[in-house]
């Protein structure tokens, strides 16, 4: 750090202060952070050596005095009994031998004396304090500014790796009271399926689990608390009362007896190079945690010791992190990009200025797709937060409108098909490549082609369909059924007798139903039951092909956007020119045009939960569609009846809220006369 003056360092200190000030309001506050995590602790670090530099200038309302932030009103305020005080950290092995010198030091010992120290994982969550009198929880507080926090007894209470009851043994027992300190977290599964969930509700994305777990502790409705799977881990203690305890690892030992989730794994190390060893064995497995982890946390065996080296008005002296090399990073989206998988679906990836994140130069990053875009808000020219999941694809986690100049542009979806040039259309979420025979989705549509509830070309996996592509062997999906056994027979693999049976397989295939052929099209929008559907109404290919949205949309179950997408599809000409050449083949597709009028199922929605005894769910749903009705996977006020077999599952559970039907499949057969 350049000398400065008095007058500068002033200047920039408080400078600092505010802008620390306020990320701790986005970060603890709003659960919003709009900075990472490393550029956080730049400002915070900046700010302490210039605090060391100017003493003086060092006031009571500094953030170096403070660990978190103040409470918010509407929970009530707990003062802990003991500060909860934050750690200073490290960043590489010598800055972790740093602190070992500066411990010795401290202790009056010789630079090569052995300290025993605890090395745990540094989980990246919410810290809470969970208090226990007489071995019964009473209370649970978030850390807050370190001295007072917030009131979540309600919310902790439905945490399940929390226990509302110690547990005696001979070796530890009950204090009379416990402030049992750890870490509130979400699994990386169960935060991937939040957002899912949260995605598809149209709500905002909670950037990592550990504003994920943050703000799900922090609900004032404890109900929502509930439904977010938070486990609490914890590391340590606060007031003890009633047990002494020598060491950390007899109090790691206590906590795991009484009930609690520990840390793992947990290692007793003699002297600072066996915790680095610990340091660089975890940063390079961090990705096989269900947790996520931001470091390692390192303290002092000895509670003895921990009494000697006392500590400052924010830290301990006796423990410090370890941080591991960031996940997240802010820089800068210059372009978009469009990929298109094997499915057709088009993905807008972002072009980034390079940037470090997690030890890898990231210059791309996912956007999954545009309803993200748009509720996302991220324009190209925006400075955007990035993070890296182990091998995961990096993706973009939110904009920072606040570095805004004006000339950012919007981010649209393409109309045209990047690879082959043909129509897009909306699917859900995914804008999709119309084009059968496009480049960049032939082995996928190959593999759907020949999927079970499609043509059903047994041995046509996705190896194969790669191999036949890249051989040259099928430049569009019609190819397929024109191959000679000569031609399998150059392949790697194939005898007379396999070649053979592939060949019989396509030749099956040719006899198909409608409805069966109109699903391997793999038209976007059209799924079995809507190809169903069209083939009960419209009774041939040639009427579909020709079909017009008016009189789509005249058919019940078929929306705007899927009419538009069948009307684009079978307007684009190559499609046609590979449906034509599939006929060609020897095709002969059966019609299943029929209107069921007298049933007891027409027009009725059925749902299915739970094994059937007397056929497969598959089957089961094609008897409803039969019988005209439909089958559907979820249950609504609109649902007419939930058939119930063994075990059945939450389907169940809604049924009976909303009070729909239900029937046994004893009932279901006897309604339908299959009994």
């Not at 031998?97 to 009056?108: N, P, Q």
């Not at 947790?291 to 010791?305: C, T």
């Not at 993070?387 to 694809?393: C, F, L, N, S, T």
């Not at 070649?499 to 295939?509: G, V």
């Amino acid at each position: 750090m350049k000398k400065l003056s008095e007058e500068e360092a002033r200047k920039r200190i408080e400078e600092l202060r505010e802008q620390i000030n306020y990320h701790n309001y986005r970060y603890y506050v709003l659960n919003d952070p709009v900075i990472s995590d490393e550029e956080y602790d730049e400002l915070m670090r900046e700010l302490k050596e210039l605090e060391t530099m100017f003493p003086h200038l060092i006031t009571p309302d500094s953030p170096t005095q403070r660990v978190g932030a103040p409470p918010r009103e509407e929970f009530g305020a707990v003062r802990h009994a003991m500060p909860m005080l934050s750690l200073e950290d490290a960043r590489n092995p010598d800055e972790l031998r740093e602190f070992d010198r500066k411990i010795k030091r401290a202790l009056s010992l010789p630079e090569n004396a052995i300290i025993e120290y605890v090395a745990e994982p540094k989980y990246d969550g919410t810290s809470m304090e969970v208090v226990y009198e007489m071995g019964r929880f009473t209370r649970a507080a978030t850390r807050g500014d370190g001295v007072v926090g917030e009131d979540v007894t309600p919310n902790a209470r439905t945490i399940k790796t929390l226990p509302l009851r110690l547990i005696a043994t001979d070796r530890w027992p009950i204090p009379s009271r416990i402030d049992v300190r750890g870490e509130v977290l979400m699994k990386k599964k169960d935060f991937e399926e939040l957002n899912k969930e949260r995605m598809e509700r149209g709500e905002s994305l909670f950037a990592n689990p550990r504003n994920a777990a943050a703000g799900s502790l922090r609900q004032l409705d404890p109900n929502i608390t509930a439904r977010r799977k938070l486990d609490f881990v914890t590391w340590g203690v606060g007031l003890v009362e009633g047990v002494d305890f020598k060491t950390h690892w007899d109090v790691i030992d206590a906590l795991k007896s009484y009930g609690f989730k520990t840390s793992f794994p947990v290692k007793l190390a003699k002297g600072i190079e066996e915790v680095i060893e610990y340091y660089l064995e975890l940063q390079d497995k961090r990705d096989d945690f269900e947790y996520e982890l931001d470091g390692i946390v390192v303290k002092v065996n000895s509670l003895e010791l921990w009494e000697r080296l006392g500590t400052t008005a924010r830290s301990p002296r006796y423990a410090f992190a370890g941080k591991f090399k960031p996940r997240q990073k802010t820089t800068r989206l210059i372009d978009v990009i469009y990929q298109v998988g094997r499915t057709g679906i088009i993905t807008p990836v972002a072009v980034l200025e390079p940037v470090e994140v997690g030890g890898v130069i990231v210059s791309r990053a996912t956007l999954h797709n545009f309803d993200e875009v748009k509720r996302k808000g991220v324009m190209v020219g925006d400075y955007v937060l990035v993070q890296r999941a182990g091998d995961v694809i990096p993706e973009i986690v939110k904009p920072i409108p606040e570095r805004r100049t004006g000339k950012e542009k919007p981010i649209e979806p393409p109309e045209r098909c990047p690879v082959c040039g043909a129509e897009t259309v909306r699917e859900g979420a995914y804008y999709k490549c119309v084009n059968i025979a496009c480049p960049a989705k032939l082995k996928g549509t190959l593999r759907h082609m020949s999927s079970r509830r499609a043509l059903d070309i047994e041995g046509l996996g996705e190896k194969l369909s790669q191999l036949l592509v890249d051989r040259g062997l099928v430049k569009d999906p019609a190819d397929l059924f024109y191959l000679r056994k000569e031609d399998l027979l150059s392949l790697p693999g194939f005898a007379d007798k396999s070649a053979q049976n592939l060949i019989d397989q396509i030749e099956r295939a040719k006899e198909t139903s409608l409805s069966r052929f109109l699903y391997a099209l793999g038209i976007p929008g059209v799924g079995e039951h809507t190809a169903k559907i069209l083939a009960r109404e419209l009774g041939s290919l040639e009427e579909l092909m020709n079909a017009d949205s008016i009189r789509l949309l005249q058919i019940e179950g078929i929306g705007p956007e899927t009419a538009q997408s069948i009307v684009k599809f079978f307007s684009e000409k190559r499609n046609r020119e590979v449906i034509e050449k599939m006929l060609k083949s020897g095709f002969k597709i059966r019609s299943e045009k029929k209107k069921v009028t007298e049933s007891p199922l027409v027009g009725k929605t059925v749902v299915f939960t739970g094994a059937l005894k007397t056929m497969t769910r598959d089957e089961a749903q094609a008897l409803v569609e039969e019988l005209g009705g439909k089958a559907s996977n979820s249950v609504s006020r609109k649902t007419d009846f939930v058939v119930v077999g063994e075990n059945p599952g939450s389907k169940y559970q809604k049924a009976l809220q909303l009070g729909v039907k239900i029937l046994t499949e004893e009932e279901f057969l006897k309604l339908v006369g299959k009994a």
